[in-house]
């Protein structure tokens, strides 16, 4: 027994905030008109999942997104046999969800995962387009309508957690960086409801922190951390605390790194 699935939940009703930086919309769109798989490469917190969900509001597509984690198995993107009062039922999982009634599949920072479990998508990202499902003894023919979109910090790239090459040369990549100056204050006061002059000093306060990165950072802070802190600020917090509560300490743990964070913030607040 199969359950069938209605992917309407999964549909964008209005349209996410999202300001593009460059080409990645129109790359984007060109890789939709020909499902390819799409790969988006950047820091924690430059944009990367909003720009998906914009992306799936625009092409009018349900967006079913998963969150990848080191134990996600494969069984957990494609599906199980679960046992209920009326015998024995299969549930597709979140990608074969998508794969069978069309949309788009977004796995989150996919090396998070065991390398077992990524390879259940290779035979989705070439000519095939087919799901196997071992387990029912399928084949899952993708729909028309079926995008594979996967996202990563190359930041935390390590021998144990990277993608294999096999996997990468099987998507087109979009990179992501943090906006211009320009751009991010512009993003901050539309997100964080601030004014300009806030803006630009949590713009500053940022090129501050990404200044120490390999220097005790592993990253400065994101445009979502400005986000944070501004409306910390904004709902009556001062600058000050905002700034410590929604930049520093989630940044880091080390005291050191604090302090010379500190003092470089304090230089941008003078």
Request: hydrophobic share 45%.
């Amino acid at each position: 027994m199969l359950v069938d699935t209605d992917l309407s939940a999964y549909r964008i009703a209005a349209e996410p905030y999202y300001r593009p930086v460059g080409d990645e919309v129109a790359v984007f769109e060109a890789a939709w008109l020909h499902r390819l798989p799409v790969m988006l490469k950047g820091p924690t917190g430059c944009g990367k999942t909003r720009f998906v969900e914009y992306m799936a509001w625009r092409l009018h597509q349900p967006l079913i997104t998963v969150a990848a984690h080191e134990d996600m198995t494969a069984a957990d993107l494609a599906g199980r046999f679960l046992l209920t009062p009326e015998g024995t039922v299969w549930h597709d999982g979140p990608l074969t969800q998508a794969v069978r009634h069309g949309g788009i599949c977004y796995l989150d920072e996919i090396v998070e995962a065991r390398q077992d479990t990524t390879v259940v998508i290779h035979p989705l990202t070439d000519a095939r387009r087919i799901l196997p499902l071992e387990k029912r003894g399928e084949l899952v023919s993708a729909h028309p309508d079926f995008q594979l979109v996967i996202s990563y910090n190359p930041g935390y790239q390590s021998a144990v957690k990277d993608l294999k090459e096999s996997t990468k040369q099987r998507f087109v990549a979009i990179d992501f960086d943090y906006p211009v100056p320009e751009l991010e204050a512009e993003i901050v006061m539309r997100e964080a409801c601030v004014g300009p002059d806030l803006a630009r000093t949590l713009v500053s306060i940022a090129a501050c922190s990404r200044n120490l990165r390999g220097q005790g950072l592993d990253e400065g802070a994101s445009t979502r951390m400005l986000i944070h802190a501004g409306r910390l600020a904004a709902g009556g917090v001062s600058l000050e605390a905002a700034v410590h509560a929604g930049i520093v300490l989630p940044i880091t743990d080390d005291a050191e790194v604090r302090e010379a964070l500190g003092a470089a913030i304090a230089a941008c607040l003078a």
